[in-house]
């Protein structure tokens, strides 16, 4: 049984991909996510652990792009990362608990958890999660991840990530054939699938509720949003 229809914010609203952001404000800033909540736009985040378990929204798992440092957000210490810049602004990479704290339940929430080595990165967010009142869901490319999620929290609505694009299997680190055919599906029992927009995957999956991403074209989301479906979309604004 559904636990959420096309009338839940996860179905109806518009998610902006990595906070509303565009040339003037950098992604994954906490200007870009100010900007969403200011504009009542739900927005999708993603989260990584330091090695010293410090939970950041952050889209990478290197620094090079966002930071120009090399190595792995997920192999370096908070110290260090609080001292970086994504920007020539000087803004810094965001705390999860900044985050949540910016948000103040004032706008929904889709959080990603992305793949790294940290065996306790569900736990850790569960913690972050633990008395914030907003909306929000979790999703992940990692099965692992949404079993556990499943396991210690499972009011938490939880979605699988796949895709069949080339494009995006070839900047995953796990394996191709999980994130193509999902064969956890089942122990998952997810409430919701997020599919690259073009995929060829959605007939597999039309029994559950669906979420396009990412689409950076504003005349296909809303081709998509006429036809009674959800985007995660980036670089724009309705």
């Known amino acids: 049984m559904n636990r959420i229809d096309s009338s839940h914010w996860l179905f109806s609203r518009p998610i902006a991909h990595r906070g509303l952001w565009n040339e003037d404000i950098t992604e994954n800033s906490l200007t870009a996510y100010k900007n969403a909540v200011e504009n009542n ?28 440092e090399n190595g792995f957000i997920y192999n370096t210490e908070s110290a260090v990362l609080n001292a970086l810049s994504i920007n020539d602004k000087g803004e810094k990479i965001p705390t999860l608990k900044e985050v949540l704290n910016l948000v103040g339940g004032k706008v929904p929430i889709l959080i990603e958890i992305k793949n790294q080595p940290d065996k ?6 569960l913690a972050e999660l633990h008395g914030y009142g907003g909306d929000y869901a979790v ?3 990692n099965p692992l991840y949404l079993i556990k999620l499943k396991k210690l929290a499972p009011f938490i609505l939880r979605g699988i990530l796949t895709t069949t694009e080339k494009e995006n299997l070839q900047n995953l680190s796990i394996k191709k054939f999980v994130v193509k055919h999902t064969p956890f599906t089942r122990m998952i029992k997810p ?3 997020s599919i690259s927009f073009n995929s060829k995957l959605k007939r597999k999956y039309k029994k559950y509720p669906i ?10 989301a809303e081709n998509i949003i006429k036809q009674g479906k959800n985007v995660i979309y980036e670089h724009f604004s309705f």
């Open 41 to 68: 736009v739900p927005f999708e985040i993603d989260v990584f652990s330091s090695s010293d378990g410090v939970l950041y929204c952050f889209h990478d798992d290197t620094l090079n792009r966002m930071c120009g």
């Open 120 to 125: 306790k990165i569900v736990e850790r967010l």
């Open 139 to 141: 999703q992940s490319f």
């Open 191 to 193: 409430d919701f699938i």
């Open 211 to 220: 979420l396009n991403w990412t689409v950076t074209d504003k005349n296909i």
